[in-house]
């Protein structure tokens, strides 16, 4: 059976509207384009887990995630993934609701990956986190995690981009699970 697991490593870096279209225009010109990507997010609560159910508008589909570790409690996350049709993200998002789960509901994430220097890039926008970019590596063990932090690190660098630390992550993620307010749909 193939493992339905991977591991991320992730970091995140926040920054001004000026400083995103400063960075698209640059990672148009350098990086190798993988398109949009913009999605709508549905995600629950969980103690000490990230349970997201995703309808990727771009590619008119959906998947389920569990990411085994919360944002802000560590820099690689172990993930369990599985694409769903996009005519099941909405019985999904029931399932889970009636499970007993509540969400916070993103309506629009904006979103354009991009691969550069070995290190994937989502550079976003949405209403809850402003103007960021996520830096990830997937890895196949803990053991090449040095190595895939190492390429991080040094992409930001030469993006010019400070990256969050663990500290700064769990307190805007947890802001948000306590102040957010889902739209009214």
């Not at 279209?21 to 549905?42: I, S």
């Not at 926008?125 to 932090?149: C, D, M, N, P, V």
């Not at 769990?170 to 802001?175: K, R």
Request: glycine share 6%; hydrophobic share 40%; proline share 3%.
């Amino acid at each position: 059976m193939t493992s339905l697991k991977n591991i991320e490593v992730e970091y995140r870096a926040k920054f001004s509207k000026a400083k995103y279209d400063k960075l698209l225009k640059f990672l148009l010109k350098k990086a190798k384009d993988l398109g949009a990507d913009d999605k709508r997010v549905w995600f629950f609560c969980l103690p000490n887990k990230l349970l997201k159910v995703t309808h990727n508008i771009s590619l008119k589909s959906g998947k389920i995630t569990l990411k085994l570790t919360k944002i802000g409690k560590g820099s690689h996350f172990e993930e369990i993934e599985f694409p769903v049709g996009e005519e099941s993200v909405e019985p999904a998002i029931k399932l889970f609701t009636n499970l007993g789960y509540k969400y916070l509901f993103e309506p629009v994430i904006l979103r354009h990956n991009f691969s550069y220097k070995g290190v994937e890039l989502a550079l976003k926008y949405s209403k809850t986190w402003g103007y960021h970019l996520e830096l990830e590596i997937e890895i196949a063990s803990l053991a090449q995690k040095g190595r895939a932090e190492e390429k991080i690190f040094k992409v930001a660098g030469e993006l010019g981009v400070k990256l969050m630390s663990e500290e700064e992550l769990w307190t805007f993620t947890q802001n948000i699970e306590k102040t957010y307010k889902n739209p009214v749909c």
